[in-house]
């Protein structure tokens, strides 16, 4: 068998043209000799990378035009969807900052019927809505309508405060002494059988600019917790209105009320109010009161929530509702009270209740033959009724008495600050 037996005929060195194979491949080979048959397979890879001709050259490193890239259309997208995704996003930013419609209304600066026609995607709202959004919460406009947003989108708190104009009037707003009104919470859990008059605790805080501030404007606060005598907290609030100097009024604080004070910071939220304070690092509280903006030259009050640690045989947390006003007020204290509790549980007995103590009454009273409730004596059977009435007032107050208490901006801030407005007294010394 040959050399080249096992060759494909096109693999062959073409005899014509000694310097080109069958195949169109380089042959070895300097001169136009005509080459033995040889095997590609057995031709050194140096000599078959031989360079080619200038001209085979240039045809064979010749690349083609690149393609031109694809045309995208840009198709934007309609009027439905981008008021399908704002309404979306309207409604979750409702949901993680609690507020109302109306609420959210009165805070964008709309009408409330169009708040309502935005959350149910009615119409797309206009660029005056989208700038107080972006005003009131840092929300970028183009994502509220191209996207549907996460919470650290729509909620996620600036890196620093800008203290511009209007916050910073604000802020001195609330720049006075206010009179506080809380319950007593020294007694032992469930014990506390209390009178109206003698639960409520009055207290001052005081809330002022700190002039040692440098680079932005920093609010510090002062307070005066505990105390039980009304005359009293109204002298103190006469007095620390005529000091006015903030330095002489800590000073004040600290030399007559030491161990009843407290000292913090105050601060504003987009729609809060935080009062931070301690005392001697045995105590501290926080106050949140919702945030007042309005056109009016002052703040005449609010009510809010407090957790601190109770005092009295019990040393523990505590939270409840504290109410704040700026003048001296008129109600009574079971006024107050009142007003401090929201609204009392309401309750009404159902029909097996009633049937229950009639049957209860009838077998232990009425029973003319005496069979039922022989044997026992007056003091047993007042055990009985006794036994009765705590099991309702006990289901009615596991059923209505409220596991949480909740400030809502336009009911119980409402009803406070009307029945403050009505009972104010501004030109008194207290």
Known sequence: MTANANVHPEAHVNANDPGRSSSG??????????AADIPVADIPAAVTTETHTSAE???????????????????????????????????????????????????????????????KGRRLPNMEFF??????????????????????????????????????????????SQFLYYF???KTKGRDIQAPRDSVLYGILYIYENPDSTEVPEFKCAAILGIDDRDEVSRLKSKLDKIKDPGKILEYISSNYESAAYYGDFTLSQLYGFVSISHANTDKALMIFHRVDNNKPEIIGGIGT??????????VPVVQFIGMSKYPLSMSVEEIHYNLLLDYPSFEADQE??????????????????????????????IMVKSTLDKYVRTALTRNMFRYGKITGTTDDDQWYHAIKKTSIKNSQH
């Open 25 to 34: 491949t380089s042959s070895p080979g300097n001169s136009g000799t005509p």
């Open 306 to 315: 407090i957790n601190s640690v109770s005092k009295g045989r019990e040393h």
């Open 184 to 186: 007593d919470t020294s």
């Open 353 to 382: 209740m009633v049937d229950e103590m009639i049957t209860n009454f009838k077998a232990l009273y009425a029973d003319p033959d005496g069979a039922i409730c022989k044997g026992f004596s007056d003091y047993e059977k007042a």
């Open 57 to 119: 050259t240039s045809s064979a490193t010749t690349a083609a035009p690149p393609a031109p890239p694809a045309v995208t259309t840009y198709t934007p997208p309609s009027t439905e969807q981008l008021t399908r995704i704002a309404s979306s996003n309207m409604l979750r930013l409702l949901r993680q900052t609690g507020l109302t419609q109306k609420e959210m209304a009165k805070k964008l600066g709309v009408a409330p019927a169009s708040m309502t026609d935005y959350c």
């Open 131 to 176: 700038v107080a959004l972006k005003e009131q919460f840092g929300i970028s406009i183009d994502e509220f309508v191209t996207k549907d947003l996460t919470p650290s989108d729509t909620l996620a708190p600036p890196k620093a405060q800008v203290f511009d104009q209007q916050l910073l009037e604000t802020y001195k707003k609330y720049c006075c």
